[in-house]
């Protein structure tokens, strides 16, 4: 595995969580890092990305306002910090790496250079 997200959980609406994204065998620092999501019985969805050179960052527009991406290249790890959960959220978050940010569709986003295992948000009404 060459990239794994962790930090996911259960928590209750309007609360907050932190995933993070850690690299194994490789440098992130020229690589731009994804998240996307996926809810059970839903096609993947883009979520944010952040570029590796000047570290510029997209949203998508269901979490525009309440989630950032960060980086920490010296820890070859990524961040997002998600607040305002809404049960809408719920999902597996997996994070990518891709020579520039995608477009947060499905064709654009797929195949990413490496992916790896997700991890699971919860969130109750």
């Known amino acids: 595995v060459q990239l794994q997200a962790s930090g996911g959980g259960l928590v209750q609406t309007g609360h907050s969580l932190r995933l993070s994204c850690a690299a194994s065998?490789?440098?992130?620092?020229?690589?731009?890092i994804g998240w996307f999501r996926q809810a059970p019985g839903k096609e993947r969805e883009g979520v944010s990305c952040?570029?590796?050179?000047?570290?510029?960052?997209s949203y998508a527009e269901p979490v525009k306002g309440r989630f950032t991406i960060s980086r920490d290249n010296r820890k070859r790890t990524v961040y997002l910090q998600m607040n305002s959960l809404k049960p809408e959220d719920t999902a597996v978050y997996y994070c990518?790496?891709?020579?520039?940010?995608?477009?947060?569709?499905?064709?654009?986003?797929?195949?990413?250079?490496?992916w790896g295992q997700g991890t699971l948000v919860t969130v109750s009404s």
């Open positions: 990518a790496a891709y020579t520039a940010c995608p477009r947060f569709d499905i064709d654009s986003m797929f195949p990413p250079a490496y």
């Open positions: 952040i570029s590796g050179p000047d570290r510029s960052t």
């Open positions: 065998s490789f440098t992130l620092d020229y690589y731009a």
